[in-house]
């Protein structure tokens, strides 16, 4: 199984949701949050090359020289997510020969920045998370629903609470 760079990024906001969205129950298209995210991640650094698909795993907002990830984000509301998604985008690069520096999420409504770097032991937990995310999505059944700060504006929540 091919892990992708949203589900790492699920996994961290919602183990819940990563398993929906691995069997093809998809609320997002539906979601007005997700829609302007998508509208920030569109019109934000127009001149740079933008979502560039790597062996249909990962996609890049964009990348500097080769050298360093951009990864345009609406808010910092679910930093950790972001951060670990970044890191697996570096560390697939690297695996395939492309010496990354580093990454920048950027979140352009706030105009703040923020360095990431993938460390080695950032590389072992990413295997340890690569590894229950195949247990996970290999279950016949969701996981439990765990509420959260964000549950009440997740595009899955009427499918969650209601």
Same mark, same amino acid.
């Given at each position: 199984?091919? %892990?992708? &760079?949203?589900? %790492?990024?699920?996994?961290?906001?919602?183990?819940?949701?990563?398993?929906?969205?691995r069997?093809?129950?998809?609320?997002?298209?539906?979601?007005?949050?997700?829609?302007?995210?998508?509208l920030?991640?569109?019109? +934000?650094?127009?001149?740079?090359r933008?979502?560039?698909l790597?062996?249909?795993?990962?996609?890049?907002d964009? =990348?500097?020289?080769?050298?360093?990830?951009?990864e345009?984000?609406?808010?910092?509301? %679910?930093e950790?997510?972001?951060?670990?998604q970044?890191?697996?985008?570096?560390?697939? =690069?690297?695996?395939?020969?492309?010496?990354?520096?580093? &990454?920048?999420?950027?979140?352009?409504t706030?105009?703040?920045?923020e360095?990431?770097?993938?460390?080695?032991?950032?590389?072992?937990?990413l295997?340890e998370?690569?590894?229950?995310?195949?247990? *996970? *999505?290999?279950?016949?059944?969701?996981?439990?629903?765990?509420?959260? &700060? %964000?549950? +009440?504006?997740?595009?899955?929540?009427?499918?969650?609470?209601i």
């Open positions: 199984m091919k %892990i992708t &760079g949203v589900m %790492i990024y699920y996994y961290f906001v919602c183990p819940r949701k990563l398993w929906y969205y069997h093809d129950i998809t609320m997002e298209s539906n979601s007005e949050l997700v829609g302007i995210g998508k920030i991640d569109e019109s +934000s650094y127009s001149r740079e933008r979502s560039i790597i062996d249909e795993t990962i996609q890049i964009f =990348l500097k020289d080769w050298k360093i990830i951009h345009v984000k609406k808010s910092k509301s %679910i950790e997510a972001s951060c670990w970044i890191r697996y985008y570096i560390s697939v =690069l690297r695996e395939k020969g492309i010496d990354i520096e580093k &990454g920048i999420l950027d979140f352009p706030i105009r703040r920045r360095e990431i770097y993938l460390t080695k032991e950032d590389e072992k937990h295997e998370i690569k590894r229950e995310i195949t247990q *996970l *999505l290999e279950s016949e059944v969701p996981p439990k629903q765990v509420k959260t &700060g %964000i549950c +009440s504006k997740c595009a899955y929540y009427e499918l969650c609470y």
